[in-house]
């Protein structure tokens, strides 16, 4: 297996990847920027309004997960674009999915949040 990457090697390279695509989402992402914009507000919101660990850790993870959907997203659609820039039902299919899952990802901070805080 001479040349493959193993141990830490692999951890560097694979971080300094992850950062790349977060470069990558800021720059080119406006849904992503908005979305991260929001965490860097509601996420200290959700650790002083939390009254236990595990509500802090709810309400803070539900909007990770919007971040994570989003970047998830956003992969999708450029592999999609890679593909061919002519409609076809699938690629309609394909984004409109990945936008669903970010919408669902909001609804799901929404509820979280509502249940925590209105209780």
Do not use: C
Not at 19 to 27: E, P, R, S, T
Not at 43 to 63: C, F, H, V, Y
Request: hydrophobic share 55%.
């Amino acid at each position: 297996m001479a040349g493959k990457d193993t141990g830490f090697t692999h951890l560097f390279r694979a971080l300094g990847y992850s950062i790349k695509g977060l470069k990558v989402a800021f720059a080119h992402e406006a849904a992503f920027r908005h979305e991260l914009a929001l965490f860097i507000l509601l996420a200290p919101l959700g650790a002083w309004l939390g009254n236990s660990g595990t509500e802090r850790a709810l309400l803070i993870s539900s909007l990770i997960l919007v971040l994570i959907v989003e970047l998830i997203n956003s992969a999708i659609e450029a592999a999609v674009d890679r593909h061919g820039t002519e409609w076809h039902t699938l690629s309609g299919q394909a984004k409109d999915l990945g936008s669903a899952a970010v919408m669902v990802a909001n609804i799901n901070v929404i509820i979280i949040w509502a249940l925590i805080l209105l209780d």
